[in-house]
């Protein structure tokens, strides 16, 4: 637990600092306060960057600071995959996907500029169900995120209860301009080891067709774990070679399995280099209900913080430096 704690604003999920603002994102907008070094609560009032962002469904906001005074907002889908009753037994999805022109991808805005609508902004990447776990990599600036994948292909489709425990598999993906990740109509199968074709848009399992041409993921994860938050961090000395690894925070939701949250790490010797100045230490939690929203790596802090999305709080910790 905290040693003394300070509550101010309303509850979210996004949160990120960079060059004396906090910003927060709620479930409708992103914002920011004022913040000075020392600091546990800001000083001044608020600013508006971006209101009226679409709210149900996946509508919980994470994003992520770029160079060139870049936000970027994760707008998660409205529904499962996209169907004509969402989460309905066998029934069919939209063709094409009425959610695709506001919902399921990454949106770029002003970091600076106050007052701005979805339609100032820029969708960067689409056919992200919901892209919770953002972050941009120290070195190079480029864009990733750790994916929720869709639900229910048992429930819904008759597929095999185990495959669809394990399936479809959570990605880990390097989000460019221009780029379609596939969803709704495609899943990546853990066993095949490749994107298929939803059931609700004709797939039987097996089949690919239009998902050829769909984004393929750098690393995959067990079906189900949901990611909430990516970081990046230097390998652990001693190890002989100096990858780059990327932390994970899984909770884990409608799958069978002991409960709770937990951190993975996929190490890549192939990642740009980190910048000399960051800390390789990444927020740990342990399976409790206290599940990190998201996380921000900073150059000047020294402590680290893991956030809790029941109690909405900051919590300092040693090595490192997170924020929910």
């Given amino acids: 637990m905290a040693d003394v704690t300070r509550r101010f604003g309303e509850g979210g999920t996004g949160i990120a600092l960079a060059d004396g603002w906090l910003y927060y994102a709620t479930d409708d907008g992103v914002y920011r306060y ?5 600091q546990l ?21 994470s994003i992520a600071l770029g160079a060139g005074d870049a936000l970027y907002v994760n ?20 063709d094409p996907c ?13 970091a600076s500029r106050t007052g701005q609508r979805q ?17 941009v990599h120290p070195g190079s600036g480029e864009l990733w995120s750790a994916v929720h994948g869709r639900d229910q292909l048992a429930q819904n489709w008759g597929f095999d209860e185990r495959k ?16 379609d990740f596939g969803w709704p109509y495609c899943y990546y199968d853990v066993d095949l080891e490749t994107k298929v074709l939803a059931p609700e848009y004709g797939g039987d399992g097996k089949s690919v067709g239009r998902c050829a041409k769909a984004k393929a993921p750098v690393a995959v994860y067990p079906g189900q774990w949901a990611p ?46 980190m910048p000399a100045a960051r800390s390789g230490a990444w927020c740990e939690t342990g399976a ?17 913080r893991v956030g809790s999305i029941s109690t909405g709080r900051l919590a300092p910790g040693g090595g490192g430096s997170c924020s929910r």
């Fill in 119 to 135: 339609s100032d902004g820029r969708r960067v990447a689409t056919g992200l169900r919901n892209a919770l776990g953002l972050a």
């Fill in 75 to 94: 707008i998660g889908s409205e529904t499962n995959s996209c169907q004509e009753k969402d989460r309905g037994n066998r029934s069919p999805g939209h």
């Fill in 228 to 273: 909430m938050a990516v970081a990046f961090g230097r390998a652990a000395r001693g190890t002989g070679r100096r990858c780059r690894r990327s932390p994970l925070a899984p909770p884990g939701r409608r799958r069978s399995g002991p409960p709770g949250s937990r951190s993975v790490r996929t190490v890549r010797s192939t990642l740009p280099p």
């Fill in 98 to 110: 009425h959610e695709l022109d506001g919902r399921a991808g990454v949106w770029r805005f002003s």
């Fill in 34 to 38: 004022r913040w000075g070094p020392g």
């Fill in 288 to 304: 409790d209900d206290r599940r990190p929203a998201q996380r921000d790596w900073s150059t000047r802090s020294t402590s680290r």
């Fill in 164 to 179: 669809s425990a394990e399936n479809p598999g959570e990605e880990l993906v390097g989000i460019a301009e221009g780029d």
């Fill in 41 to 61: 609560q800001p000083s001044g009032s608020r600013e508006t960057i971006v209101q009226g962002l679409p709210t149900g469904g996946h509508e919980a906001k």
